[in-house]
């Protein structure tokens, strides 16, 4: 079935020190995944993406992890700033892309608080 | 850069009450999504829209809700008679292509 699962809801870290937010998911035919962050009272923004036949994404400061083989994928942030305390959601489309609906699918998020 | 913008950004209603809950995609977007946050809760799925016509609707879509886009310029959401359990935050978002975007939200609070 669909399912998209974060394994911490909250991960407490010191400002410059790196952070690894995990996410699993279940269907293997998955192919494209998202990761947004949510600042309080604001909606998703767009982090960064990977398709399946990646392994490794990198951007300014973040870069995305995928496993196939075991389904998972973390978000990893470097050097971690104040202003990056939020909650991180993985999302895969459903159906994969290319369909009329592509609903995002969340996972149940990470809090992440980075402590100054 | 486009954005998705929401209005109001927050409501209160009483149960029972109508409300309309309004967003204005990205220009050239064509697909357009409503989702529900319930406090501390992940972004839930509620309809996406596409052609003038909802292309999937969740099951927490039921005949109380409905979507329009009456100008080819707004999309909205309408909840015909609030209750309690609709007390959410209410996320519109557009897509073209890969680019998702997400407006900042409607808090709603049914009292």
């Known amino acids: 079935g669909e399912s998209v699962g974060l394994h911490l809801p909250t991960l407490s870290v010191q400002e410059g020190d790196n952070s690894i937010i995990n996410c699993a998911y279940s269907n293997s035919a998955s192919d494209y995944f998202i990761w947004y962050k949510q600042e309080s009272g604001k909606g998703p923004q767009f982090i960064i993406d990977i398709r399946s036949n990646m392994d490794k994404r990198q951007g300014q400061r973040v870069t995305v992890l995928l496993n196939k083989t075991v389904k998972h994928l973390s978000l990893q942030i470097a050097a971690t700033q104040p202003g990056d305390s939020a909650v991180y959601f993985c999302?895969?489309?459903?159906?994969?892309?290319?369909?009329?609906?592509?609903?995002?699918?969340f996972g149940t998020g990470t809090l992440l608080a980075v402590q100054p | 850069e486009p954005e998705v913008t929401q209005t109001p950004s927050h409501q209160v209603t009483q149960m029972g009450q109508e409300v309309i809950l309004r967003c204005v995609p990205i220009s050239n977007h064509l697909y357009f999504y409503w989702y529900r946050q319930i406090l501390g809760q992940k972004v839930e799925f509620l309809v996406s829209f596409y052609n003038n016509e909802i292309s999937e609707k969740s099951e927490i879509f039921d005949d109380q809700f409905s979507v329009e886009r009456p100008d080819g310029s707004n999309f909205t959401l309408k909840i015909r008679s609030t209750k309690l359990e609709d007390s959410a935050m209410y996320f519109c978002?557009?897509?073209?292509?890969?680019?998702?975007?997400f407006g900042s939200g409607t808090r709603l609070t049914v009292v």
């Open positions: 999302a895969e489309p459903h159906p994969p892309w290319g369909g009329a609906t592509n609903k995002l699918i």
């Open positions: 978002a557009s897509r073209r292509g890969s680019d998702y975007t």
